[in-house]
């Protein structure tokens, strides 16, 4: 079983940081696939950034770009997204999540959309208001 357990969220006001975290294991941050999403009440869950598991090829969504950067802690076995110039629209329920590697035709495909996300943490919710 594969633990991701989010922290750090909170409110926040526009322009302001948070850096939230995800204890997992080792392994998990080794061997996995691993990436944030968040969902905003009434959206879709999106991708805000993933790694792949096998040269650490990272993705970020154009509303993170520039803005988010994310860092793996093997000491502290943890995932965490650092996020600066806060929006309102960045007000979402920002969730950790895991997937077994992927093949297709042979080849890993890390990074794909968010069904192929294996395991999932509960989430931190992360408020950015005025």
């Known amino acids: 079983q594969v633990q991701l357990v989010e922290s750090g969220g909170g409110l926040v006001q526009p322009g302001g940081s948070l850096r939230l975290s995800c204890a997992t294991s080792?392994?998990?941050?080794?061997?996995?696939?691993i990436a944030w999403f968040r969902q905003a009440p009434g959206k879709e869950r999106e991708a805000v950034v993933c790694?792949?598991?096998?040269?650490?090829?990272?993705v970020y969504a154009d509303t993170a770009q520039g803005r988010f950067t994310v860092s793996k802690d093997y000491a502290q076995s943890r995932l965490y997204l650092q996020m600066n110039n806060l929006k309102a629209d960045d007000t979402a329920v920002y969730y950790c999540?895991?997937?077994?590697?992927?093949?297709?035709?042979?080849?890993?495909?890390?990074?794909?959309?968010?069904?192929?996300?294996?395991?999932w943490g509960y989430g931190t919710q992360v408020t950015v208001s005025s």
């Open positions: 999540a895991a997937a077994d590697p992927k093949y297709y035709n042979g080849q890993h495909r890390p990074c794909g959309p968010k069904y192929e996300y294996d395991y």
């Open positions: 080792r392994r998990s941050l080794n061997y996995y696939d």
């Open positions: 790694i792949s598991s096998s040269d650490g090829y990272t």
